[in-house]
């Protein structure tokens, strides 16, 4: 019996120490994994936007109906007359604005339109690398606009 008896106790001290073993990996993992995740503070610095998207009429009227912080810029006035442009149609809460520095720094999302959306492309490019938000622009312009029959 004393055999066996010592058998079960050398068997119930390496079950011990085999417990004891995990329990120590287990700690070391929390101490040095993953309490220093659960402390580490996010950087939630702003980032400028790096590229701009180009958007059909339909995916503009949906972003102008959703969007809370939209600035919607007619650019135009680069390529003629921007008062006479503007007056004779624009897009709904549509801005006049020629000058893409008067933008930097934004952390509004802005949609830039021109007649058919090459200027408008420009302009974007301007604007990326200066401003937080998204950018878009009106692929067609303010051409493909009218031709969809959106508002104006």
Request: charged share 15%.
């Amino acid at each position: 019996m004393n055999q066996r008896s010592d058998g079960i106790s050398n068997e119930s001290a390496f079950r011990k120490i085999a417990i004891l073993i995990i329990v120590i990996i287990i700690a070391i993992a929390v101490v040095f994994y993953v309490l220093p995740q659960l402390l580490k503070e996010e950087d939630n610095t702003p980032v400028f936007t790096s590229t701009y998207f180009n958007k059909t009429p339909e995916e503009a009227y949906n972003i102008i109906n959703t969007t809370k912080n939209l600035t919607v810029i007619d650019c135009r006035g680069l390529e003629g007359c921007s008062i006479c442009q503007f007056n004779k149609g624009h897009l709904p809460g549509a801005e006049l604005n020629e000058n893409p520095n008067s933008l930097f720094n934004s952390t509004e999302d802005i949609l830039v339109y021109s007649v058919d959306g090459t200027v408008g492309a420009i302009y974007c490019a301007d604007l990326v690398g200066h401003v937080y938000g998204k950018i878009y622009n009106l692929a067609g312009g303010y051409d493909a606009w009218v031709a969809a029959g959106f508002p104006v």
